[in-house]
């Protein structure tokens, strides 16, 4: 039987909290849930209610994933960060968006690297379309770049 456990006091800043479960059976020892979204809440809850394994009945352990690297050109460091963090708290509020992750390397403060987790590939494409990534990354962050690298996945049940 899987055990799950809500973190307390969920905040409105506050978009992800790890669901911990234990089991055997489950591969998967944490998975990434948005709480702060309702109709995430009530499938999770409708799913343990009826005995079954929340994440995978939900379908959280199928996300499109997408890992992009950033290189920004020598003197624009600076300015694709602020873009970055201006795309930051629109992303992360986005239907279909599970998890928004933007990092910085500590040596080199031009690379930025993005893993992000969307719950299919149109939620990935209204990422793309949508009017703060249009604005934020291509109009001002990627003009900016020296290289743009992306890979793209989809999380594995090995």
């Given at each position: 039987m899987t055990e799950t456990r809500r973190p307390p006091d969920v905040?409105?800043?506050?978009?992800?909290?790890?669901?911990?479960?234990?089991?055997?059976?489950?591969?998967?020892?944490?998975?990434?849930?948005?709480?702060?979204v309702p109709e995430t809440r009530q499938l999770l809850e409708s799913a343990s209610a009826a005995g079954g394994d929340p994440a995978r009945d939900v379908g959280i352990l199928m996300a499109y994933v997408v890992v992009a690297k950033w290189t920004a050109r020598k003197g624009e460091e600076k300015a694709v960060a602020t873009a970055i963090q201006h795309l930051i708290q629109p992303s992360r509020a986005e239907p279909?968006?599970?998890?928004?992750?933007?990092?910085?390397?500590?040596e080199n403060p031009c690379v930025f690297l993005f893993y992000e987790q969307y719950a299919d590939k149109a939620a990935y494409d209204a990422h793309l379309a949508s009017?703060?990534?249009?604005?934020?990354?291509?109009?001002?962050?990627?003009?900016?770049l020296e290289s743009r690298d992306r890979g793209f996945y989809e999380t594995w049940d090995a």
């Open positions: 905040d409105s800043a506050s978009h992800l909290h790890r669901e911990y479960r234990n089991g055997p059976c489950s591969p998967l020892k944490h998975a990434l849930i948005r709480y702060d279909g968006m599970l998890l928004y992750e933007p990092h910085r390397d500590p009017e703060h990534f249009q604005r934020l990354g291509l109009g001002d962050a990627i003009p900016r």
